[in-house]
C-alpha cells in the first residue's frame, strides 16, 4: 500500500481545480465560435425592409372599390410593421396589367400610384 501525503492531495486537487477552470474557459471559447455560426448563418430567412407603400395603375385604382383599396393597404402596412417582405397573397390584385403587355410596357407605359394617395406618384 502506498502512503499519499496531504501534501501531495493538495498539490493533485489544485492541479485538477486549474484543468477544470480551463476547461471550462475552452468551453466558453467554443460555445462563442458556435453562437457567432448560428447568428451568421446563411440559413436564416430574409427579413424584408418593411416598407408600407403599395402602388399600383392609376387605372386600376379607379377601378377599386374604397374596401378594396383599404383592405390592400392595410395587408401592406401590417407586412411593413412587421419587417415582412412582402404582404399576403390573399390580396393580389388580378387585372391590373392589360392583356398581351409585358412586364416592362407595364412598369415604363402605365402611371403607377399610390394607393392610399392616388395624388401621390409611386415613390414620393
Known amino acids: 500500500m502506498t502512503y499519499i501525503s496531504p501534501f501531495h492531495k493538495d498539490k493533485t486537487l489544485s492541479s485538477v481545480v486549474s484543468q477544470l477552470k480551463k476547461a471550462s474557459k475552452m468551453h466558453l471559447a467554443q460555445a462563442e465560435i ?5 447568428d451568421g448563418s446563411p440559413v436564416q430567412k430574409q427579413k424584408g425592409g ?37 404582404r399576403s397573397s390573399k390580396t ?20 403607377w400610384r399610390r394607393v392610399d394617395d392616388p395624388s401621390k406618384k409611386c415613390g414620393e
Do not use: M
Request: hydrophobic share 30%; glycine share 8%; proline share 2%.
Open 34 to 38: 458556435v453562437q457567432d455560426h448560428i
Open 50 to 86: 418593411g416598407t408600407t407603400k403599395t402602388c399600383l395603375p392609376a387605372a386600376k385604382i379607379r377601378s377599386l372599390s374604397k374596401k378594396q383599396r383599404e383592405k390592400l393597404v392595410n395587408a401592406k402596412k401590417s407586412a411593413g410593421a412587421k419587417g415582412k417582405y412582402k
Open 92 to 111: 393580389n390584385v388580378k387585372g391590373a396589367r392589360k392583356k398581351g403587355a409585358t412586364l416592362r410596357d407595364w412598369f415604363e407605359k402605365e402611371d
